[in-house]
């Protein structure tokens, strides 16, 4: 699921996402890197489904008039990500459904990295590790 609004109530979403984490994506015109990751990774078959599937997906576009609302901050879309720590676009952050946010991945990724990005999250192996240590497991696994 996707949401498009002027002013985004990260609240609102989190209390009517029936437990999905959100994927809140932060972008701004003219980044060739932002492109980049909206057209090849996001708009990979297999990530659109992981994200279709099993998140909601907030697209926030820095540039975009509207406020968003998250806890004790309203302020614009920009605002909101140096809030978040994040001034670097783009940058991907996933918020789970008691609003703590469990991964920001700042920076354009490619699709064999995002992807695991998203299962991470999705599985919420964030609570039983880091996620280097998540990636560490992956190739282990797959060396056997």
């Given at each position: 699921?996707?949401?498009?609004?002027?002013?985004?109530?990260i609240?609102?979403?989190i209390?009517?996402?029936?437990?999905?984490?959100?994927?809140?994506f932060?972008?701004?015109?003219?980044?060739?890197h932002?492109?980049?990751?909206?057209?090849?990774?996001?708009?990979?078959?297999?990530?659109?489904?992981?994200?279709?599937?099993?998140?909601?997906?907030?697209?926030?576009?820095?540039?975009?008039?509207?406020?968003?609302?998250?806890?004790?901050?309203t302020?614009?879309?920009?605002?909101?990500?140096?809030?978040?720590?994040?001034?670097?676009?783009?940058?991907?952050?996933?918020i789970?459904a008691?609003?703590?946010v469990?991964?920001?991945?700042?920076?354009?990724?490619e699709?064999?990295?995002?992807?695991?990005?998203?299962?991470?999250?999705?599985?919420?192996?964030?609570?039983?590790?880091e996620f280097?240590?998540?990636?560490?497991?992956?190739?282990?696994?797959?060396?056997?």
């Amino acid at each position: 699921m996707t949401l498009f609004s002027k002013d985004i109530n990260i609240d609102k979403i989190i209390a009517n996402a029936d437990g999905k984490p959100l994927f809140l994506f932060f972008h701004k015109p003219h980044c060739g890197h932002c492109k980049h990751m909206i057209t090849f990774t996001l708009g990979d078959p297999e990530i659109k489904k992981e994200v279709d599937d099993k998140f909601i997906f907030v697209d926030i576009f820095t540039r975009e008039s509207g406020n968003v609302s998250f806890k004790d901050f309203t302020g614009s879309r920009r605002a909101f990500a140096k809030h978040l720590g994040y001034d670097f676009y783009p940058t991907s952050i996933f918020i789970d459904a008691k609003s703590k946010v469990v991964n920001a991945t700042p920076g354009a990724r490619e699709q064999d990295f995002f992807i695991n990005v998203l299962k991470y999250v999705s599985t919420k192996q964030y609570i039983e590790m880091e996620f280097e240590t998540y990636l560490d497991t992956l190739d282990f696994n797959s060396d056997m």
